[in-house]
């Protein structure tokens, strides 16, 4: 036999050992009681739930899922810019996937347009029911960086009563918040030191980060954007 082909043949038998391999653990595969006794705790491998003894079933990995789906054209999701949250911790858009986004681009020294604004997102989130929330993520982004740094938004977050769950607050660099607030087609403009006029627009994102709807104006009906946020919900 030509030496090439011996090669060949250990090469693919090795090969099908390596994948035959009974002791092996695919990440990409995980486990959980059925009856969720542990919340959504998973496990690596098959086996019983210590709490219930009922045999652990398969569930997708969704962080491998996550992490591996192609993002349209439209997505923010392409955006390659990191923000920090309330909380110091650096982010990219891209982190976010896999839960629907209701946005809005506001300034935490503001006492005019933004309480309202503040106040249009609470009442958004209020009027959503119960099983949605938890897909949703209510997120500020800031277009002062310079004065809204992660200290000054935690203490918005805490004085506001949103510092937890679903709300989350962001900023970033002058350059990166401009070119957010494009795709989003806010404008905004310094007209004294710590003041700024701007659009006041609320902008819901698919899992996807694809944009389906924008809700324009202070204190307006917000039956549509609910509307929206439970299809898009409901469409996961």
Same mark, same amino acid.
């Given at each position: ?44 491998? =098959?086996?019983? @739930? +210590?709490?219930?003894?009922? %045999?652990?079933?398969?569930? $997708?990995?969704?962080?491998? #899922? ?44 503001? =006492?005019?347009? @933004? +309480?309202?604004?503040?106040? %249009?997102?609470?009442?958004? $989130?209020?009027?959503?029911? #119960? ?58 403009? $310094? ?46």
């Amino acid at each position: 036999m030509k030496p090439y082909l011996v090669a060949l043949i250990l090469s693919l038998t090795l090969g099908a050992c390596r994948n035959n391999n009974p002791g092996k653990v695919d990440k990409d595969i995980a486990y959980h009681c059925p009856m969720q006794c542990e919340g959504d705790k998973t496990y690596g491998q =098959k086996g019983s @739930c +210590p709490i219930c003894k009922m %045999d652990l079933v398969k569930v $997708e990995n969704k962080t491998k #899922e996550r992490t591996d789906r192609a993002y349209s054209d439209m997505s923010i999701y392409n955006l390659p810019s990191t923000w920090t949250t309330q909380n110091g911790t650096d982010i990219q858009l891209k982190d976010l996937q896999g839960d629907v986004l209701v946005m809005v681009m506001i300034y935490t020294s503001c =006492k005019a347009a @933004c +309480p309202r604004l503040v106040a %249009d997102m609470r009442n958004i $989130e209020e009027r959503l029911p #119960e099983h949605s929330k938890k897909n949703v993520k209510m997120i500020f982004v800031s277009i002062d960086p310079e004065t809204d740094t992660p200290e000054r938004l935690k203490a918005f977050a805490q004085e506001n009563l949103m510092d937890g769950d679903p709300w989350l607050f962001l900023r970033s660099t002058e350059e990166n918040t401009r070119e957010f607030a494009a795709v989003l087609s806010v404008s905004y403009k $310094e007209i004294s030191p710590m003041d700024f006029s701007h659009s006041n627009i609320i902008s819901v994102f698919d899992p996807n980060g694809e944009m389906i709807f924008q809700q324009e104006g202070l204190g307006v009906n917000s039956d549509n954007t609910v509307k929206h946020i439970n299809a898009a919900v409901e469409a996961m």
